[in-house]
């Protein structure tokens, strides 16, 4: 049996917390797709074929595969044949939004499992708001994103 798990989120960008939760799921997953939402309720900086091109460039193993949804997450978990949601909980804060949100898709989606995976220490303040805000004025974001991120960020916010 081939055990897919979806890795949903907003990549608005990608940060080294995803690439560190990608490469453990891949410790227990046979495939990960990384789901990227094509609405994401608020204005993104990175547009959806942006995002998904610099998750394409930055992860490159074999057993993931990147694409875009639309609509709920349990249909298109039900679609690619997923069985595991994953997430990832940094700190109490993200608590609360991520336990609601497992929650309500256990109501749609008994079966889907959402299993939460703690990112290495050295991330656990990385987020990607942070990086577009420290990045939007002109800080160092090079230990917190891949060269590709970085380089678009750069283009993106004219620095
Ligand atoms: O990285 P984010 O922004 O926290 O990701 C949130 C995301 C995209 C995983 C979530 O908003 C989502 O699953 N959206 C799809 C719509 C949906 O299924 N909503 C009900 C889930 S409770």
């Not at 039900?78 to 939004?97: C, Q």
Request: proline letters at 4%; zero cysteines.
């Amino acid at each position: 049996m081939t055990r897919v798990g979806i890795y949903p989120g907003s990549f608005d960008p990608l940060t080294k917390g995803h690439e560190d939760l990608i490469h453990r799921s891949l410790g227990f997953l046979d495939k990960l797709v990384v789901a990227v939402a094509v609405n994401v309720g608020k204005q993104p900086l990175f547009s959806l074929d942006e995002r998904l091109a610099l998750i394409r460039e930055t992860v490159t193993d074999a057993k993931v595969d990147v694409q875009s949804f639309d609509g709920l997450l349990v249909e298109f978990a039900r679609k690619i044949g997923a069985t595991v949601i994953v997430r990832g909980l940094r700190a109490v804060s993200d608590f609360e939004y991520e336990f609601q949100m497992a929650l309500m898709n256990r109501h749609l989606a008994p079966k889907l499992e959402t299993i939460f995976l703690v990112p290495a220490f050295d991330l656990t303040y990385l987020s990607s708001s942070l990086v577009r805000e420290v990045a939007r004025f002109g800080g160092d974001v090079s230990g917190l994103v891949h060269p590709a991120v970085q380089a678009a960020l750069h283009k993106k916010l004219g620095r």
